[in-house]
């Protein structure tokens, strides 16, 4: 996800209303808010965190500005919660956020699809075993 021309392209970086249509950061800002986190669907299963939100930022966008590219902007990502023998963390400060898996999407459907698709792999991690990367 972070190539190499990551911080030039976030230096570049447009933004995208709910429908991907380009917008200014102000506007950006107040949609921001207006959708709080932003999360479009989060589920915890096992030990795992399946959380899938709406950036608004295409970080997967190429330098070049190609006017073919779909924006991703919205990611599902799949979190392993921390150990808390003590159970002294609050719900959030649970979670690991190394990620252990990604996915980016274009639309609100597709990343509600992208999320039923992580469920699924998390739910086979629990049963089957995590695979090695």
């Known amino acids: 996800m972070f190539g190499p021309d990551f911080f030039e392209r976030l230096s570049q970086r447009m933004y995208y209303d709910l429908d991907g249509r380009p917008i200014t950061q102000d506007q950006w800002s107040v949609l921001r808010l207006g959708a709080g986190s932003g999360h479009v669907a989060r589920d915890h299963i096992g030990i795992y965190h399946v959380s899938t939100v709406w950036t608004g930022i295409d970080t997967a966008a190429p330098v070049d500005h190609d006017h073919g590219h779909t ?40 990343a509600l699809a992208g999320h039923h698709r992580a469920t699924a792999m998390v739910r086979d991690w629990i049963v089957n075993g995590r695979p090695e990367r």
Request: glycine share 2%.
């Open 71 to 110: 924006p991703l902007i919205y990611e599902t990502m799949v979190f392993v919660e921390r150990l808390d023998p003590d159970g002294v963390l609050a719900e959030d400060d649970r979670i690991d956020c190394t990620e252990q898996y990604a996915e980016l999407h274009a639309t609100r459907d597709d």
